[in-house]
Each structure stands twice: as structure tokens, then as C-alpha cells.
């Protein structure tokens, strides 16, 4: 079964390494400063943001601050279509490490990554980054198609954690990235109506 490849992304390994990219994704939209989401928060570093609380989840590298003013929209919207491209790096990688693991894996002397089951798991996966690409590459992506691709990445992840074994849960696997990535989308992708947020989906 062939399996399409996606481009490949930046290297987001661990914990350490997304917060380090989550910081030029704030420095990229809005330089020398960070982006507050329409809800007030801002998340960032825990070295970059030290008022900020913990972030669950993310033992302590990631940080979050409540009741700021909301960044300018243009801000906004620069730094929703950054945070997607990192999610998307994000499954992209943790896809890479599931397919090495799987391909060292046997069981009844055949790599677990030729199962017909986990093939085609691998195939979902790929086909949504591959969609997800495109959908970035849009001249004109609204805030629902950021939305839409979050939501595809997210699922994707949840399946690619289910490949990638019990491990990913720990706090030395992939679990915690996706998790963080997910939090992410969710406190700053909505945009507001300026830009076709209705914020049901629908635009």
C-alpha cells in the first residue's frame, strides 16, 4: 500500500523545541510583543511570558496570562494561520516517529507497519496533512477554513497518538505536544466577524 508524503515540516520534537517555535510564531505576527487572543489570554514560554501561570499538560515550558486587551485583528489572523502551520508540523512529526516505532515493531514475524489496519491509519493521516497543506496554501483562507484545518489536525493527531502506542501519554512522548497544540487552536482561533468568524462554522 502506498502512503502519500506530505512536505516536510519544521522539527518539532518535544516540548522545549514547539515553545521555542510558539515564540516565533508570536514574534512573526507581532514583533517584539505577544498576540492575545479576542479572549484575553496570551500563551507563550514559560521564559518568554514569566507573569503567566503553568499551561496543564505542558510540565511547566508553556505559560498562559489572562485579561490582556485582544491583539489588532490583522495580528490575530497572522498568528492563527502560524499556529496551524505548527500544528500541522507538530502531527507531521509525531507521525515520522510512529512509522519508525511501528517499522521496528513485530508480531508474528512481520513489522507491525505492514498491517493492513495500521496502513491505512498511516494513509488517514497523511492524506489530512496533505489537505491541511493545501488548505494553507489558499490566497485567501477565511477564519473557518482555519478552524476547518485545525479540526482535521486534531483528529489526525488523536490517530497518529493511537499508532504512535501507550507511550505518547507519558510525559516523554508526543501526547503532550498535541495536547498543547490543540489548546492552542482552541483559545486562538476565533477571529471575530471582521474577518467571516461567525463562530459557528458556518463562513
Known amino acids: 500500500m502506498t502512503t502519500l508524503k506530505p512536505a516536510a515540516p519544521a522539527a518539532v520534537t518535544g516540548l522545549p523545541e514547539f515553545a521555542a517555535l510558539l515564540d516565533g510564531c508570536h514574534e512573526e505576527a507581532t514583533p517584539g ?17 514569566r507573569t503567566g501561570v503553568p499551561v496543564p499538560g505542558s510540565s511547566g515550558i508553556l505559560a498562559v496570562t489572562s485579561g490582556g486587551p485582544p491583539s489588532a485583528g490583522p495580528e490575530l489572523v497572522a498568528f492563527a494561520d502560524r499556529l496551524v502551520r505548527l500544528h500541522r508540523a ?8 510512529a512509522v519508525t516505532r511501528l517499522g521496528e515493531r513485530t508480531s508474528e514475524g512481520t513489522s507491525l507497519l505492514n498491517r493492513q489496519l495500521v496502513q491505512g491509519s498511516v ?14 496554501a489558499l490566497p485567501s483562507l477565511t477564519a473557518a477554513g482555519l478552524r476547518r484545518a485545525h479540526a482535521d489536525l486534531v483528529r489526525a493527531g488523536r490517530t497518529v ?3 504512535y502506542g501507550a507511550h505518547s501519554l507519558t ?6 505536544v498535541l ?12 477571529l471575530g466577524s471582521e474577518w467571516g468568524d461567525t463562530g459557528d462554522g458556518s463562513s
Open 33 to 49: 510583543a505577544l498576540v492575545v487572543s479576542r479572549g484575553g489570554h496570551t500563551v507563550a514560554s514559560a521564559s518568554r511570558l
Open 90 to 97: 507538530a502531527v507531521h512529526a509525531v507521525l515520522d516517529q
Open 123 to 136: 494513509a488517514d493521516v497523511a492524506l489530512a496533512l496533505s489537505e491541511t497543506q493545501d488548505l494553507l
Open 161 to 163: 497518538l493511537k499508532l
Open 171 to 176: 510525559s516523554e512522548g508526543p501526547g503532550p
Open 179 to 190: 495536547y498543547v497544540a490543540e489548546l492552542l487552536g482552541n483559545t486562538y482561533l476565533h
